[in-house]
């Protein structure tokens, strides 16, 4: 049997990084996917062969135990397990693959042991029972305000388009999880998952906190003494808030149900605003006399 070199069928160096890897996966996929080449064997040999060194190198564990038994080869060769046919089998994968990284062993021979010289990579016969492809992992950005209404993503995975439809009220760092879009699984078993992970950018007129949102509102000093309206720009559109005589600085009005929507509920959080008071910059003459006598009456 021959020892498949993944890195070189990938076209990268041992030393890359695993994002470096998938980079590499991704152009490949694309330029040799069925879709792109219809009725044509070589390359669809070809994207069976790439898809299988990314299924290997393409996760850091299983990249681990390839790395072992590629300084190790030679030895195993010795030992007389080295011959034999290869080739890609009714799996989808090659004799190789399916030997050390299939679950399955099955090099032949009395009295060797492979688990046992690699460290329980696998051994014993081959099994034909279904299993679960790999899951995918993805990262979408997001504006608040796309969180805040919903949003929709195109993502392109292997060379195909998948439309990603994100709720109102979606967190940072939320995973969002599809079932089946992930990495075809092996003997007619399922396909693993695509696992998204949400990533808000920071809006600098708001915080968000759980479900409530933050923001400051600059209110003059008249409207905070004798109250009165102001306009207020939300998520939501512009709102009329009403403001009730002698408001103090740093006070909090709270408007139920302007916040983030509850993720696949019904409601939404609140919008909490911040008063800061502002004071002019010039009084008049008469605004300062004004308010000289106001304090002389407050003294009294």
Do not use: C
């Amino acid at each position: 049997m021959e020892y498949k070199d993944y890195y070189k069928i990938l076209g990268v160096e041992r030393s890359a990084t695993q994002d470096e890897i998938k980079k590499a996966y991704r152009k490949l996929a694309v330029k040799y996917h069925p879709d792109k080449n219809p009725d044509d064997k070589v390359a669809e040999e070809k994207f069976k062969e790439i898809s299988e060194a990314y299924q290997v190198i393409g996760n850091p564990d299983s990249r681990k135990k390839y790395d072992e038994l590629g300084a190790n080869w030679k030895q195993y060769e010795n030992a007389g397990f080295g011959g034999g046919a290869h080739g890609f089998n009714a799996s989808g994968f090659s004799d190789f693959f399916d030997m050390f990284f299939g679950g399955h062993g099955g090099g032949g021979g009395a009295g060797f042991d492979f688990s046992s010289f690699m460290g329980g990579m696998g051994g014993g016969r081959r099994s034909t029972r279904p299993a679960k492809g790999s899951d995918l992992n993805a990262t979408i950005n997001l504006t608040l305000l796309e969180a805040y209404q919903g949003s929709q993503r195109i993502l392109d995975l292997n060379g195909s388009s998948i439309k990603i439809s994100i709720k109102p009220g979606v967190r940072d760092g939320q995973i969002l999880r599809l079932k089946g879009k992930g990495n075809p699984g092996r003997n007619g078993g399922d396909n693993g998952d695509l696992m998204i992970k949400v990533v808000i950018n920071n809006d600098p007129s708001y915080q968000r906190d759980g479900d409530d949102l933050i923001k400051n509102i600059n209110i003059d000093v008249y409207t905070a003494i004798l109250g009165g309206k102001i306009t207020v720009s939300t998520l939501k559109g512009d709102v009329n808030v009403p403001i009730k005589p002698q408001t103090q600085n740093n006070s909090t009005l709270r408007l139920k149900g302007m916040g983030m929507p509850h993720y696949g509920k019904e409601g939404a959080g609140a919008l909490l605003l911040k008063v800061q008071i502002l004071l002019p910059e010039h009084f008049s003459a008469k605004e300062l006399e004004l308010i000289k006598e106001a304090q002389e009456q407050s003294a009294n």
